[in-house]
């Protein structure tokens, strides 16, 4: 194995730290089905799919250079352990005008294992610049820290010079090293060459440098795989640690906690809206920056984190959480009473035996049976009735049901005796309204030739009832 490849990038200093949390737990609880998912993938039919389906994709791509046998066959070694998605069925989600998502491929583990040993073999000047820059703001070299201060200082003094900085890197970080490898200087003096100067004259004395990816079987590629396990590392623990510190003050699961988070919040940014321009940034900026910076020292972080957090920042950080907890539970009233709204249902009932308009029967001797209990009116002008729809609904008044996330509040449904008003309110036509008795609606039809005004095929009443919303307990805990 190669100690390291030439002209490539890999951090070949001591392994950057991993970031640790109180608390937390190193290796992930998402565990659980894990062996029902493991049995069904080696279940005989799965495996048998699968054997089948290797053999069709060894003799289709035998001549494929790509992926040897041995990668299909750790393929499909992978492929019984890891749980089968339909991965295609995001192609539905992408936006079809984009061209971003012409050719693109699906989910193919030799795809996916070669586009990882291209990517971890080239991803090492990411884990250089993280550790210079760890070294830099751990105050390794404390000449380079102060040098970054110094140039914060002027950049937050002068936040114009923001715009020099990216010209000042490729200068001093590209293009003056670049022009040294091709010109390096001249040996240390010797006895020969007592009086040897750096001279920028004459031909390049050696060849430029490219940047090449790790080679697969050397050091580099395996200390690029250890920085970017750790980095995996770090994001899972900062995520967690993340999600545990925000998500009880902001999911509600608190309500009067949530609601006063919200109520600074908001009051901050009115005031900030207002007041903004009158405040020194670049001074805060500045403060902020050195303050941020003067924590990495060692000194100062073993002082901070021992004695100034014990004696003061411990007891202030009480402090304000018991007053906090005060100001919460004297101040912020929440209304614990639930919304409360009010349903209707139509009960339809429809004239017995055939019905015409040329039929003479009083209308007062017709005989009505219970149709449904429906949400809609079913007026003439409905847009399912016109469209020669069924009428949709329940048969029985006690199937009637709450709206999902509702429940009844009262006991029993009440009849509404404003008829008169549910009708004019929705406009409907060709009605006739019951305003003594059941309170019955009558569809109207008019006789041939102007004739008299008859009581068509349906007639319904309303019902109305109080619902509340459901109260649902304990669901933020988990």
Same mark, same amino acid.
Request: charge should be positive; hydrophobic fraction near 40%.
């Given at each position: 194995m190669d100690d390291y490849t030439a002209e490539a990038f890999s951090n070949r200093d001591e392994p950057i730290p991993v970031i640790g949390v109180p608390g937390n737990d190193a290796l992930s609880s998402d565990t659980e089905g894990k062996r029902d998912k493991l049995k069904k993938s080696l279940s005989p039919s799965h495996l048998k799919d699968k054997i089948r389906d290797a053999g069709n994709s060894s003799s289709s791509n035998g001549s494929d250079p790509g992926h040897s046998l041995q990668d299909r066959l750790f393929a499909k070694l992978l492929q019984q352990v890891i749980p089968a998605e339909d991965i295609n069925d995001l192609s539905d989600l992408q936006?079809?005008?984009?061209?971003?998502?012409?050719?693109?491929?699906? !989910? *193919? @583990?030799?795809?996916?294992t070669n586009n990882f040993r291209r990517f971890n073999a080239r991803i090492g000047v990411v884990f250089v610049f993280q550790n210079r820059l760890v070294r830099l703001l751990s105050w390794k070299v404390t000449?380079?820290? !102060? *040098? @970054?201060?110094?140039?914060?200082?002027?950049?937050?003094?002068?936040?114009?010079?923001?715009?020099?900085?990216p010209l000042v890197f490729i200068l001093l970080f590209l293009l003056v090293p670049a022009f040294l490898t091709r010109h390096p200087p001249p040996p240390s003096p010797t006895t020969t060459m007592p009086d040897s100067q750096y001279s920028i004259a004459g031909p390049p004395l050696a060849p430029p440098r490219t940047v090449k990816p790790a080679s697969e079987m050397s050091k580099d590629f395996f200390r690029n795989m250890r920085d970017l396990q750790n980095c995996m590392d770090d994001f899972s623990t900062i995520h967690d640690a993340t999600i545990k510190a925000i998500t009880p003050a902001t999911n509600f699961s608190n309500e009067p906690l949530s609601s006063t988070l919200f109520l600074f919040l908001f009051t901050s940014a009115c005031i900030l809206f207002l007041t903004s321009h009158l405040l020194p940034w670049r001074l805060i900026a500045l403060f902020l920056g050195w303050t941020a910076i003067a924590l990495g020292h060692p000194t100062l972080q073993a002082y901070v984190s021992q004695t100034f957090y014990k004696e003061h920042v411990r007891p202030a950080t009480s402090t304000a959480r018991s007053w906090l907890d005060e100001w919460i539970s004297s101040d912020i009233i929440l209304d614990s009473a639930p919304e409360i709204r009010e349903v209707e249902i139509f009960e339809l009932q429809r004239r017995k035996g055939s019905f015409s308009t040329q039929n003479n029967d009083d209308d007062d001797m017709v005989e009505w049976e219970s149709w449904i209990f429906s949400p809609s009116a079913w007026e003439p002008t409905a847009p399912l009735r016109i469209a020669g729809e069924r009428v949709k609904g329940t048969r029985f008044f006690e199937d009637v049901t709450a709206p999902a996330g509702w429940e009844f509040s009262d006991k029993k449904w009440g009849l509404d005796l404003g008829s008169k008003e549910w009708v004019e309110e929705r406009m409907v036509g060709g009605l006739e309204v019951e305003v003594e008795g059941e309170r019955w609606v009558y569809d109207v039809?008019?006789?041939e030739g102007g004739g008299t005004r008859r009581r068509g095929e349906w007639r319904r009443r309303r019902w109305v009832r109080l619902v509340k919303r459901k109260v649902l307990r304990d669901v933020g805990g988990g």
């Open positions: 936006d079809k005008r984009s061209t971003k998502y012409i050719n693109r491929p699906g !989910f *193919s @583990l030799p795809l996916m000449s380079h820290t !102060f *040098s @970054l201060l110094a140039v914060y200082t002027f950049v937050c003094l002068d936040p114009y010079l923001l715009s020099i900085l039809l008019n006789g």
